[in-house]
């Protein structure tokens, strides 16, 4: 499969509460709004696993939560970027030793998951869109594999 | 008549079919730009750009496309095709600008209108195949919509008709779209009558966002409440199909709209203006020219009814609940059709 130059200007994004809490997701939610106003980039917040090629996660994999994480990751058609919203669910942030966590989302995720680290506890959106343009790096270099 | 001649025709027909689809998707993906655009632009937000809905479709084009486990499969991958086929079909029938219609004499009104029911099922039908109890959900509500919205369309096309039959009397058919076409509604009803046809012009605006299942009648693809309803399962290139699907009947339902009640050509009354204006000016053969300021003034009077039909009310109004919707169609738009219908009769006999 090629991926054709204009992926890039049309993900869509589909939104997983992994277990946060619910400040990251409220900042994804800003960047629809006008100020930050992603759809500028074409990128569209999507209600279901199957339409999207970005899933964000928030927060980081709590017990209930695992299996849905997985199931939703495998959903997902190819190619897809995995973003790793917020301190707590790239490294479990202030959920540190916690015993409802399973660990953060890289430990689950499968070898072959590109992942895309935003910081910040809640991230700013500027964050989130500064870390668009570095799934657009990780699609040019997917592009250049393959040609 | 020679073989060759019947081949050529045959072949002349297949090229028109294709580029006839050709322009009704190009036109279609093109109007949904216009339409994100505006809807942005609205909500003060800078918005793609007009582009965006083929990078869309090319993106979903190249995506992986999952068939689920327990789907049915062919009906999961046939529903898109139809879904598309139909306001494809329905195109053939309409006059575009200038252009008399591709299928003229071979069907009416009333087969466009069917026509126009289709994508609907085949949505529902495809959410039902899908296995998913989401796409059930929004199966269903689909099929409810349908029910709701063919009242107030099936009003709205006899009422046009029945004037029809009165403008050319009983030997034509009133329901051929080029009848209607030609013959422009507003000049013969009167004052009366105009109200009536108004109030049904208000009929099919409102009927246009729920059979396009957009808000406020996207009940059946609701995002935030059941995960895209009948879309939930469909990647890749079936979802790219019904992508364009919608898009292409967007534009039928708005050509549809200007074959029935506006649909004047400018070409004419600029010829007459030059021909005021004849000392002046001098006298230039329009040809060409007349057509092409036909295409465009067709490619405007697409705009403004995709911008009040759909665009406007998108963004104005908030998603119904299902059963809200349906009361909204069989009642007060249902009452208002049959008052314009009233309107139409009462106007005509006095
Ligand atoms: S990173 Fe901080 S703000 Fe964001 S979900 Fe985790 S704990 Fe909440």
Redesign the pocket.
């Known amino acids: 499969m090629k991926l054709s130059k204009t992926f890039d200007k049309s993900l869509w994004v589909f939104h997983v509460n992994s277990g946060?809490?619910?400040?990251?997701?409220i900042?994804i939610v800003s960047t629809v709004t006008p100020r930050y106003d992603v759809e500028r980039f074409g990128i569209e917040l999507v209600g279901t696993p199957r339409h999207a090629d970005v899933l964000l996660f928030?927060?980081?994999v709590i017990k209930k939560t695992k299996e849905r994480v997985l199931r939703i990751y495998e959903q997902t058609p190819d190619p897809k970027v995995v973003m790793v919203?917020?301190?707590?669910?790239g490294t479990t942030?202030?959920?540190y030793d916690s015993y409802a966590i399973e660990g953060p989302i890289d430990t689950l995720l499968p070898d072959d998951a590109h992942l895309i680290y935003v910081t910040?506890?809640?991230?700013r959106p500027e964050n989130i869109i500064n870390g668009v343009k570095e799934a657009w790096l990780y699609l040019e270099k997917l592009r250049g594999d393959q040609v | 008549m020679n073989i060759e001649s019947i081949l050529e025709g045959w072949l002349l027909n297949v090229v028109f079919i294709f580029l006839i689809s050709f322009i009704g998707i190009f036109l279609g993906l093109l109007y949904k730009g216009f339409d994100r655009k505006i809807s942005a632009m609205m909500q003060s937000r800078i918005g793609p750009p007009i582009i965006q809905p083929f990078r869309d479709v090319r993106k979903l084009l190249t995506k992986e496309t999952i068939v689920p486990e327990n789907a049915i499969e062919w009906i999961f991958n046939g529903a898109p095709i139809i879904a598309l086929i139909a306001p494809l079909v329905a195109l053939m029938y309409l006059p575009i600008g200038p252009f008399s219609p591709l299928l003229e004499g071979y069907g009416d009104l009333i087969l466009v209108l069917y026509l126009l029911a289709i994508p609907a099922i085949a949505m529902a039908v495809g959410g039902f195949s899908s296995s998913s109890p989401y796409a059930t959900v929004g199966a269903q509500r689909e099929v409810v919509l349908m029910m709701s919205y063919e009242l107030p369309l099936a009003i709205s096309a006899i009422t046009v008709a029945w004037k029809m039959n009165e403008i050319v009397g009983p030997e034509t058919n009133p329901f051929s779209l080029q009848v209607i076409s030609s013959n422009p509604i507003w000049g013969h009803v009167g004052l009366i009558g105009g109200l009536g046809i108004a109030l049904i012009v208000f009929t099919l605006f409102a009927v246009l966002p729920g059979e396009l299942s957009k808000e406020p009648f996207g009940q059946a693809k609701a995002k935030t409440e059941i995960a895209d309803g009948v879309f939930v399962e469909y990647t890749g290139r079936n979802l790219g199909l019904f992508y364009i699907a919608n898009t292409v009947q967007m534009i039928v339902l708005a050509s549809l709209i200007i074959t029935l009640f506006f649909p004047y050509q400018l070409s004419n009354l600029l010829e007459r203006w030059i021909i005021l204006q004849g000392p002046i000016l001098p006298i230039v053969e329009m040809g060409v020219w007349a057509l092409l300021v036909d295409v465009v003034f067709y490619l405007f009077k697409l705009l403004l009814i995709i911008y009040f039909g759909v665009s406007l009310v998108r963004v104005a109004f908030a998603r119904f609940q299902i059963d809200k919707a349906s009361y909204f169609y069989w009642v007060p738009i249902s009452i208002i059709g049959l008052l314009g219908l009233l309107f139409v009769v009462v106007g005509a006999t006095v």
Do not use: K, L
């Open positions: 946060s809490c619910n400040a990251c997701d900042e928030t927060g980081p919203i917020g301190n707590c669910a942030g202030v959920y910040g506890c809640p991230v």
